[in-house]
């Protein structure tokens, strides 16, 4: 699904990623990790083309998106979902209405989104909470809608950039839980983090990043602390 090939990211005289090749396949679960300033962020934002290579390429479904010019990266964002630390959520609307605005542009009938948009919400347990405004809820469930949103689209891919850095153990493993339960729907789900805890307990492939290079790539792995 995923192929980096010699990816280098350089801001004046500082590489933010050198050199990446990955590979990662249709239904992986992935983890990123790797100490701040060590290039996750920067490889997360080049799979949703927040950044551009340097040089190298990033082909996702076979597609070079490094080259991928402007007015065609609201398609590309339609074909994944992305979660973020910071929730992203509309605060004067409804939960229901943050998670139809993603799909409201595209054709498609109110009973249609309305099934949608319930059935995101049945993933993640918020079906109760469709009508409440986003400062009614705590912090775990304002990124448990984010992840409804981006799910409801029916996406392949589902990329998470810190989704735990801003909630408590108990939120953190929760949402956890919910992106595992996702990615055994078959959706390729790839998380960055920092917390040892959620890598070492779900023993999924781990990628570790350190000053903008992969040093690790293990299957079922653990953070790797030192």
């Known amino acids: 699904m995923i192929q980096l090939r010699s990816v280098t990211k350089k801001y004046k005289n500082n590489y933010a990623l050198k050199n990446i090749n990955l590979d990662i396949l249709s239904g992986e679960f992935v983890f990123i990790t790797g100490a701040s300033g060590a290039g996750k962020s920067t490889l997360m934002k080049m799979l949703y083309k927040e950044e551009t290579p340097t040089?190298?390429?990033?082909?996702?479904?076979?597609?070079?998106?490094?080259?991928?010019?402007?007015?065609?990266?609201?398609?590309?964002?339609?074909?994944?979902?992305?979660?973020?630390?910071d929730y992203k959520l509309l605060?004067?609307?409804?939960?229901?209405?943050?998670?139809?605005?993603?799909?409201?542009?595209?054709?498609?009938?109110?009973?249609?989104i309305r099934t949608r948009v319930n059935?995101?919400?049945?993933?993640?347990?918020?079906?109760?909470?469709?009508?409440?405004?986003?400062?009614?809820?705590?912090?775990?469930?304002?990124?448990?809608?984010?992840?409804?949103?981006?799910?409801?689209?029916g996406p392949p891919l589902l990329i998470a950039d810190e989704p735990?850095?801003?909630?408590?153990?108990?939120?953190?493993?929760?949402?956890?839980?919910?992106?595992?339960?996702?990615?055994?729907?078959?959706?390729?789900?790839?998380?960055?983090?920092?917390?040892?805890?959620?890598?070492?307990?779900?023993?999924?492939?781990v990628l570790t990043l350190e000053n903008g290079e992969i040093i690790r790539d293990e299957q079922a792995g653990t953070y790797g602390r030192q």
């Open 91 to 112: 605060q004067n609307q409804t939960v229901y209405d943050n998670i139809a605005y993603v799909i409201r542009t595209l054709g498609i009938s109110s009973s249609d």
């Open 55 to 85: 040089t190298g390429t990033v082909l996702i479904g076979g597609i070079n998106i490094a080259n991928l010019p402007p007015e065609k990266v609201p398609n590309l964002r339609r074909c994944m979902g992305i979660v973020f630390q």
């Open 119 to 153: 059935g995101a919400l049945k993933v993640v347990g918020l079906l109760d909470k469709a009508k409440a405004k986003p400062s009614e809820l705590s912090g775990g469930e304002q990124q448990r809608v984010s992840i409804a949103r981006a799910l409801v689209n």
């Open 164 to 205: 735990t850095g801003n909630l408590d153990p108990k939120n953190s493993l929760e949402v956890m839980q919910i992106l595992e339960q996702i990615n055994q729907r078959g959706i390729t789900v790839i998380v960055s983090t920092h917390d040892y805890t959620l890598v070492d307990r779900f023993r999924k492939r």
